[in-house]
């Protein structure tokens, strides 16, 4: 099954190798492995919570395939579309972090896909505190291992092994404040995911490769819909509920196109104007 993409626990060394550039940088077992923490938190969630989670993310693809697809289209890089790296990200609220640290998530393995190790360090400092401030970071360590240390040299590989660093059912979700964590990061990748997917559309001139970009967006009622209904879950949470209530509205405009053929360029034009709105709202 798909799991939620928390964060990258592979150190800034692989990730300077993997993504090209300098001679690589020789790693022992030793100085790659991180240190097994072992999570004693008790386990206190709610199965049926846990298992609407489960069957969600079960049905949602990941967000990483999604950005790995949009390379295909003939788009050269543009690190214009992506938060900036440097930015100061204010936000209080456990929710909004977790959010955020999913859109971080997305413009990484952008730049990783287009091998644009510079802008890939640049955001995995911002990904690390992140993932270390939400008390992400131990479970990812425990997930990669000596698996990226074998495969500096293969980026599918690596990206492979980033699509599966998301929460697993017996090591984080432990609780139902985790559950709800990881519900607002998988958010925040498919918010960043349907941004990117709009900017990018917006390149392309070919008339063949735009009707592909078409289709992807419409394609993506069927996992907003998904997304929807496992954060409907949380009515009490008002900030969920804001976010909830945004991404229901680009849902039923996208929905409403019935083939993506009849996607007209205004209708494409309204939809990312509110995925963009949206995005940059989460961001301030």
Not at 113 to 136: C, F, H, P, Q, W
Request: glycine share 4%; hydrophobic share 40%.
């Amino acid at each position: 099954m798909n799991k939620l993409f928390l964060a990258t626990g592979i150190s800034l060394s692989l990730i300077l190798t993997s993504c090209g550039g300098d001679k690589p940088i020789e790693e022992t077992a030793e100085n790659v492995t991180p240190e097994t923490v072992v999570d004693t938190t008790p386990v206190t969630v709610n199965e049926e919570t846990k298992f609407k989670f489960d069957f969600a993310i079960a049905n949602i693809p990941s967000p990483v395939a999604s950005i790995n697809e949009l390379s295909n289209w003939g788009v050269d890089y543009n690190n214009t579309f992506l938060v900036d790296a440097k930015k100061s990200i204010t936000a209080s609220l456990e929710f909004n972090k977790a959010v955020i640290l999913g859109i971080y998530n997305i413009d990484m393995a952008y730049a990783m896909i287009n091998n644009r190790g510079e802008d890939v360090l640049k955001y995995m400092k911002t990904v690390l505190t992140t993932s270390d401030a939400l008390g992400l970071k131990g479970a990812v360590d425990q997930m990669v291992g000596k698996r990226a240390e074998n495969n500096l040299s293969n980026k599918d590989s690596l990206l492979s092994i980033l699509d599966e660093i998301f929460t697993k059912s017996d090591s984080y979700l432990r609780t139902n404040e985790r559950v709800y964590t990881a519900s607002a990061v998988f958010a925040g990748s498919w918010v960043e995911s349907l941004n990117l997917t709009c900017k990018i559309t917006e390149s392309v001139t070919d008339a063949a490769t735009k009707e592909k970009a078409y289709k992807h967006l419409w394609d993506q009622r069927f996992y907003l819909k998904n997304l929807t209904e496992l954060l409907n879950d949380y009515k009490d949470k008002k900030e969920c509920v804001a976010l909830n209530d945004e991404l229901k509205k680009i849902h039923t405009e996208i929905d409403a196109i019935k083939d993506p053929k009849d996607m007209k360029e205004e209708q494409f034009k309204s939809i990312s104007e509110k995925i963009y709105t949206l995005r940059n709202n989460l961001i301030k």
